[in-house]
T-cell receptor
Framework: AAGVIQSPRHLIKEKRETATLKCYPIPRHDTVYWYQQGPGQDPQFLISFYEKMQSDKGSIPDRFSAQQFSDYHSELNMSSLELGDSALYFC??????????????FGEGSRLTVL | GQQLNQSPQSMFIQEGEDVSMNCTSSSIFNTWLWYKQDPGEGPVLLIALYKAGELTSNGRLTAQFGITRKDSFLNISASIPSDVGIYFCAGQPNSGGSNYKLTFGKGTLLTVNP
């Protein structure tokens, strides 16, 4: 079965640079979530989109932005990168229709290293 | 925000032993999910619970949704080396609609000695 696809898997950037992560949800899933996981930490919710509209916002820095496109893929844009942004970034998708079970399925993550 | 207290933080067991871990919350969740994460990989959904009191099994895994809707436990029976990993509980405060964001526990690191 198709899973959530994230790219790139690994990314190395310098401080103050910009990075873009991409997420392709499971086919027919209309809701996408972004999570950030630091070393030894639990995943922290950043932002979510349902039917291309932002549906919820968590601890996402103002330097970060995200959007969901017409084909339901999503991109997380990170600017003015800081050392503390080094983390695993996960995308998850679900089928957000009312009455659905609400199970979230995660991608394999994008590891961002800021030097 | 909502906090999930997951325990224990880590466990070291012998192959064949049973394992139990749990999560508690000060607030109510309508859904509890249990995930397993291997190093550098994404969390993999193990079991999802939707009703208070629900007991659900998936192979050697059994999980229960507490009656108060503020807790859940996960049991692993007859552990094997490939059970090694970090187990996360996660809760969803909303039911229905389009927003199913998860709040995660801090995780339980399981080590199985062959």
């Amino acid at each position: 079965a198709a899973g959530v696809i994230q790219s790139p898997r690994h990314l190395i950037k310098e401080k103050r640079e910009t990075a873009t992560l991409k997420c392709y949800p499971i086919p027919r899933h209309d809701t996408v979530y972004w999570y950030q996981q630091g070393p030894g930490q639990d995943p922290q919710f950043l932002i979510s989109f349902y039917e291309k509209m932002q549906s919820d916002k968590g601890s996402i820095p103002d330097r970060f932005s995200a959007q969901q496109f017409s084909d339901y893929h999503s991109e997380l844009n990170m600017s003015s990168l800081e050392l503390g942004d080094s983390a695993l970034y996960f995308c998850a998708s679900s089928w957000g229709v009312t009455g659905n079970t609400g199970e979230l399925f995660f991608g394999e993550g994008s590891r961002l290293t800021v030097l | 925000g909502q906090q999930l207290n997951q325990s224990p933080q880590s466990m070291f067991i012998q192959e064949g032993e049973d394992v139990s871990m749990n999560c508690t919350s000060s607030s109510i969740f309508n859904t509890w999910l249990w995930y397993k994460q291997d190093p550098g990989e994404g969390p993999v959904l193990l079991i999802a619970l939707y009703k208070a009191g629900e007991l659900t099994s998936n192979g050697r895994l059994t999980a229960q949704f507490g009656i108060t809707r503020k807790d859940s436990f996960l049991n692993i029976s007859a552990s094997i080396p490939s059970d090694v990993g970090i187990y996360f509980c996660a809760g969803q405060p909303n039911s229905g609609g389009s927003n199913y964001k998860l709040t995660f526990g801090k995780g339980t690191l399981l080590t199985v000695n062959p």
